[in-house]
C-alpha cells in the first residue's frame, strides 16, 4: 500500500489519511465463497496488478510502485536499521526457506523471520553460533539429537540453565521449527494454522506457550516483540509476496 501510495500520492505521504488506506486495503480483498481452507478466513487476497488497474494506473505508474516495493521488501522502518546491511541478509537468506514452512504448515514467512530474528539476534547469539540453533527450541525428551547445554532467561528475569537442540546448520533449524510447531498440537490448539494474517498468529504462538517472557508487570510480551519486528522491518510485504504466488498455485 505504501508502493502504491507514493506513487498516487507523488510521494507526499502526508496526503494519505485513514479513509483512503481503508479504500485501498479493501481493494486487495474479495470474498471467497467457495474456498474451504481455513487460512483463507473466507477471503482472498487480490493481484497486485488487478488493484492497480482498478486505479486505473498506466504502465508507467505501474512500473514505479513495482520499483517502490522491491525498495521496501528487506528495508525496516526504524532509521538505526536502514543501513544496516547484516540484518538485510539476514532476511533475505531465510527467507526462501520461510516459504517452504508457509507452503506446508502455513505459518506466516514473517513470523517464521521475525521468531528467527527475535531468538537468535540476527543470528549472533551464543546459541546460533554454536549450535545453528535460530529459535531457541530446547531439546527436550522427543529430541533425538545433539544437545547443548546453555544459559537462557525465563519470565521477567530469572536466569536457568537447560539443553538446547544442536543443528548442523540454519537450514536444518528452520526445517525442525517448522516439524516442531506442527507435531506440537497446542499450537494447533491455540490457532497458529487457522491465523490469517501476522497479528492473530503472533498472538497464537504465544498463547501456545512458545515463550515465558514477561514484562515486570509479570504481563506477557513475547508477541507484541514479534509485531514490533514486523513492523520494524516490513516483513509483511514478504507474506504478501508469499501468499499471492501460494493462491495463484492453488487456483
Known sequence: MAAIDQVRYKNDLSRVNDESVNELANMFLEKNSTSTKARDNNYKLVDLDVVLDRLCFDEKQKEAVNDNLEKLKYTGSKK???????????????YPQAVEIYNKYGVLPSITICQAILESGWGKSDLSTQANNLFGIKADTSW???????????????????NFRVYDSNEESIKDYGEFL??????K??????????LEQAKAIE???YSTIEND???EIYSQL????IQEQNLQ???YDCEMKYFKNNQ
Open 182 to 187: 506442527k507435531n506440537n498440537e497446542r499450537y
Open 237 to 239: 510485504l514478504l507474506d
Open 207 to 209: 498463547k501456545a506457550g
Open 189 to 198: 490448539q491455540s490457532g497458529v494454522f487457522k491465523a490469517s494474517q501476522y
Open 80 to 94: 538505526n536499521i536502514l543501513n544496516d546491511t547484516s540484518n538485510q541478509r539476514f532476511i533475505k537468506e531465510i
Open 144 to 162: 533425538k539429537g545433539k544437545k547443548i547445554k546453555m544459559k537462557t532467561s525465563e519470565y521477567y528475569n530469572e536466569k536457568i540453565e537447560d
Open 226 to 229: 514479534l509485531i514490533d519486528i
Open 217 to 219: 508487570k509479570g504481563e
